[in-house]
């Protein structure tokens, strides 16, 4: 079964930006729907966006236009560019992986977790 694992995360102001890595160990995305989902202490896992195989993603409205999500099958790797960001951004992000075609915006559609990364957006 894969595994996921993220990294990129870190400390950025406000306005800046930062790119996070997903890896796949033990297996591969396949051509399966990948999400990213954030979240902060205290509350539920939040859904960010999400890709198809063919590149097709879809995001949350409060990230349209300022986070991108690719991926790159032959490298097992998916990535999310958070341009312009803002405090409320501050999170641990987490990648996904499923095992369906379908769009998919909740956690419990999702088959495969990484640990999670923490990036952190000072004002």
């Known amino acids: 079964q894969v595994q996921l694992v993220e990294s990129g995360g870190g400390l950025v102001q406000a306005g800046g930006s930062l790119r996070l890595t997903c890896a796949a160990s033990?297996?591969?995305?396949?051509?399966?729907?990948m999400g990213w989902f954030r979240q902060v202490p205290g509350k539920a896992r939040e859904f960010v966006g999400c890709?198809?195989?063919?590149?097709?993603?879809y995001y949350k409205d409060s990230v349209k236009g300022r986070f991108t999500i690719s991926r790159d099958n032959a490298k097992n790797t998916m990535w999310l560019q958070l341009n312009s960001v803002k405090p409320d951004d501050t999170a641990v992000y987490y990648c996904?992986?499923?095992?369906?075609?379908?769009?998919?915006?909740?956690?419990?559609?999702?088959?495969?977790w990484g640990q999670g990364t923490q990036v952190s957006v000072s004002s």
């Open positions: 996904a992986g499923s095992r369906s075609l379908l769009l998919l915006t909740t956690p419990g559609r999702y088959d495969y």
């Open positions: 033990g297996g591969t995305f396949g051509p399966y729907t």
């Open positions: 890709i198809h195989n063919d590149g097709r993603t």
